[in-house]
């Protein structure tokens, strides 16, 4: 199983980031993909989720608006695009191969877990 997270980074607040995440075929190819976040000693907090095609998403009320989750199933890549980034968005972002086709907002539902990729934002 492969599941690589990139993209992080420092960004001023107002920023943006790009989060990739790459997965092998046989990982991810029939499943939902999300993306959750978590800041040392804290539980993991949902971000967004996508389908295997792509075709339904949702979002945290907290990025609503401002963040972007995409997939390429051609590249087996999926996608976290991030604007207007606020010092509360910082926190190590991971990515997750769902257990069904679909992406849930809970932690349990997924099966594989990538490692994460720190995302810091100044103010």
Do not use: H
Not at 30 to 35: A, D, E, L, P
Request: with cysteine.
């Amino acid at each position: 199983v492969q599941l690589q997270a990139s993209g992080g980074g420092l960004v001023q607040a107002g920023g943006s980031l790009r989060l990739s995440c790459a997965t092998s075929k046989r990982t991810s190819s029939n499943n939902g993909v999300g993306w959750f976040r978590q800041a040392p000693g804290k539980e993991r907090e949902f971000v967004a989720a996508i389908s295997w095609r792509g075709g339904s998403t949702a979002y945290a009320d907290s990025v609503k608006g401002r963040f972007t989750i995409s997939r390429d199933n051609a590249k087996n890549a999926v996608y976290l695009e991030m604007n207007n980034l606020k010092p509360e968005d910082t926190f190590i972002y991971y990515c997750a191969v769902a257990r069904t086709p679909y992406g849930s907002r809970f932690a349990g539902d997924y099966k594989y877990w990538g490692q994460g990729t720190q995302v810091t934002v100044s103010s």
